[in-house]
Structures are given as structure tokens and as C-alpha cells.
């Protein structure tokens, strides 16, 4: 029997990006699938061979300095604060510029279950050119045991790029996904779903990011 509305649990995945195949595998015609003027966001999809399911980029304007997006980003033990559907974030341990991270996803409805995942996070960020970013791939063995409840995310891997506008003031934020939630969810729910999920990234960051603990001139650790 399939899960009912399934579209939310795709929204909360999203939310928290997931992606399938290596780079080298991927189609690299990207076709606009939505945009909206007046909250600068445009989103775009293309295929990915050997997937049902398409690769997903949203660009906007975020009205903060990149760094201060990045910290946002960063914070990755916050999320359940700030991200909708993440119920717990947490590092397991960071080795220079690599983080490993683990989380679980609940829509909190009937008959839906919850996901997990851990993924390794590699900082790629540019601070001498004021340009951040992270990138992200699945690595559950460095994560706890898989609980029965839960159904576990086998392949997640993303990015985010933040890089500067009006001479920094500002920031063009680019983030890449392809979501495979698992599960008996069909492929075209999946595709519905996951253009309408990344505005509700973009937002989740834009109310964020004005917070005083994210301000551009002082970096926060990945906590």
C-alpha cells in the first residue's frame, strides 16, 4: 500500500536536499520550471540518466552577505529550529573541513513514515573571493544503526553555493538537488512535490539569516 500524501514527505525531504547520481552521470540541460520576480527565485530541473526522478536548482537573491548565509547553512544542529520537518540534526564529528551529519525527517502524519540519513559535508568555501558553500554525500556507515521505524535515505548528495552581489551586501544563492525519499513513494509524486518544496528552502534561510548569531563578520563553527 503506498503512503498517504506523499508530497510532504517529499517537501520535508527537500527541505534538507538530497540528490542520486556522481556529477558525471548527469544531464547538463537545465530547463526553468518556475519563477516568481518578487521573491527572486527561479527554479529549474533537468534529467538525470537512469532516474525517474529529476535534478532540481534553485538560484535567488538572499538580502544578507554570503557569509552570513553560509553561517545559516552551517548551523547544522540547528536545524530542527528552523527547518520545517527536521526533527533532529546532529553532528557526529567534524575532521577539519568535513562534517558528518545525521537527521531524521518527520512529516508528523498519519501513516507516514519517518526518514534518516547521514551524510559526510565537505566546506568548499572561498573566503579571499567572499564566495561559501558546502557539498554533501551520503555515508550512513559513519551514522547510528538503522531502526526499524525509520526508513533510511540510501543516497543523498548536495550543494549550496553563496556567492556575493552589490559588492557583498548582498548574495546569489544556488542550491542543487535530486531527492529519492525511499519508501513506496511513486516517482511522479516525487516530481510534483519537489518544485514546490525548494521555495520553502530559500524561506527558511531568508527568515533565518537576519539573526544576530549569523552576522557576516564573524564566522560560526558548524555546531
Known amino acids: 500500500m503506498l503512503e498517504a500524501k506523499p508530497y510532504r514527505v517529499i517537501c520535508a525531504l527537500?527541505?534538507?536536499?538530497?540528490?542520486?547520481?556522481?556529477?558525471?552521470?548527469?544531464?547538463?540541460?537545465?530547463?526553468?520550471?518556475?519563477?516568481?520576480?518578487?521573491?527572486?527565485?527561479?527554479?529549474?530541473?533537468?534529467?538525470?540518466?537512469?532516474?525517474?526522478?529529476?535534478?532540481?536548482?534553485?538560484?535567488?537573491e538572499i538580502d544578507a552577505p554570503p557569509r552570513a548565509c553560509w553561517n545559516v547553512i552551517r548551523d547544522y544542529n540547528g536545524y530542527a529550529a528552523?527547518?520545517?520537518?527536521?526533527?533532529?540534526?546532529?553532528?557526529?564529528?567534524?575532521?577539519?573541513?568535513?562534517?558528518?551529519?545525521?537527521?531524521?525527517?518527520?512529516?508528523?502524519?498519519?501513516?507516514?513514515?519517518?526518514?534518516?540519513?547521514?551524510i559526510k559535508i565537505d566546506d568548499v568555501s572561498e573566503p579571499a573571493s567572499n564566495r561559501y558553500g558546502t557539498r554533501w554525500t551520503t555515508t550512513n556507515d559513519d551514522g547510528p544503526t538503522k531502526e526499524p521505524a525509520m526508513i533510511r535515505i540510501e543516497r543523498n548528495v548536495g550543494s549550496w553555493e553563496f556567492t556575493p552581489l552589490d559588492n557583498g551586501r548582498r548574495t546569489l544563492a544556488t542550491y542543487v538537488l535530486h531527492t529519492d525519499p525511499g519508501g513506496q513513494l511513486p516517482s511522479w509524486a516525487s516530481a510534483w512535490a519537489n518544485l514546490r518544496a525548494i521555495p520553502g528552502v530559500f524561506s527558511a534561510l531568508r527568515r533565518t539569516v537576519g539573526e544576530a548569531k549569523y552576522r557576516d563578520d564573524s564566522e560560526v563553527p558548524a555546531r
Open 82 to 118: 528552523f527547518m520545517p520537518y527536521v526533527k533532529k540534526s546532529e553532528i557526529l564529528k567534524v575532521h577539519g573541513a568535513t562534517t558528518y551529519l545525521y537527521s531524521v525527517i518527520d512529516p508528523n502524519l498519519p501513516f507516514i513514515s519517518v526518514r534518516d540519513y547521514t
Open 14 to 60: 527537500v527541505l534538507f536536499a538530497v540528490m542520486l547520481v556522481p556529477a558525471a552521470a548527469r544531464s547538463t540541460e537545465w530547463e526553468s520550471k518556475y519563477k516568481n520576480q518578487n521573491d527572486r527565485l527561479e527554479v529549474f530541473e533537468r534529467e538525470v540518466p537512469g532516474s525517474p526522478i529529476k535534478e532540481l536548482k534553485g538560484v535567488g
